[in-house]
């Protein structure tokens, strides 16, 4: 398996604009997390599903942030309007029930 | 939520030295995982442990559980520049959260 796969790898964009964080897990898997990462706060999380439900989304710091799970392959997290305090590297993780956790290379984004 | 705490918040070795670093919980541990970044990149797992004094060792690296006190600990030996990089500890309540991590140098 290629392992959890993130795209893109980095994300620079304007303020206010939509942006759309893509994941695809480890086939298989029944968990996967949505994590940020900042110096400052370390790393969050932000929502996480199971079989592809909605578990707990308390993590989300805004309206402006949404994410689902259409199928069991395929993830995605979107900002709109994204602010420059959105700026982080974002993380997807995928695991089978409470077995580790396996980490994507993640997105850096940034907002100018 | 269950909180992590890590000590030391950064860690500067020399190497081959040998060194420790903490992982506390606020909650009973059910289970405990490290896990390793480096700058840039995903989080790396290293070891799970699940029962109250459980030992692991990959190569240099070794951690143990201590389930009374909610408390973990990573040992490495002989330390190396391939050692460096962040130290976080995470662990399962509903959800998988983490330690603030422990940045780690390792001067040749």
């Known amino acids: 398996d290629a392992g959890v796969i993130q795209s893109p790898r980095h994300e620079v964009t304007e303020m206010g604009q939509e942006v759309t964080l893509r994941c695809k897990p480890i086939?298989?898997?029944?968990?996967l997390f949505w994590y940020r990462q900042t110096m400052m706060r370390g790393l969050e999380l932000l929502i996480y599903?199971?079989?592809?439900?909605?578990?707990?989304d308390s993590g989300m710091p805004e309206d402006r942030f949404s994410a689902k799970m259409p199928n069991a392959s395929f993830s995605t997290l979107k900002i709109q309007p994204s602010e420059p305090r959105d700026s982080a590297v974002y993380f997807c993780?995928?695991?089978?029930?409470?077995?580790?956790?396996?980490f994507g290379q993640g997105t850096r984004l940034t907002v100018v | 939520s269950q909180e992590l705490e890590q000590s030391p918040q950064s860690l500067i070795v020399q190497e081959g030295k040998n060194l420790t670093i903490n992982c506390t919980s606020s909650?009973?541990?059910?289970?405990l995982y490290w896990y390793k970044q480096k700058y840039g990149e995903g989080l790396i797992f290293l070891m799970m442990?699940?029962?109250?004094?459980e030992e692991k060792s990959h190569e240099k690296i070794t951690a143990k559980l201590d389930e009374k006190k909610q408390q973990s600990s990573l040992h490495i030996t002989a330390s190396q520049p391939s050692h460096a990089g962040i130290y976080l500890c995470?662990?399962?309540?509903?959800?998988?959260?983490f330690g603030a991590g422990t940045r780690l140098t390792v001067k040749p």
């Open positions: 993780a995928s695991s089978l029930r409470r077995a580790p956790a396996f």
């Open positions: 086939s298989g898997h029944d968990y």
């Open positions: 599903f199971n079989n592809n439900v909605p578990i707990d």
């Open positions: 909650k009973t541990l059910y289970g």
């Open positions: 442990l699940q029962k109250g004094g």
């Open positions: 995470g662990a399962y309540n509903n959800d998988m959260r």
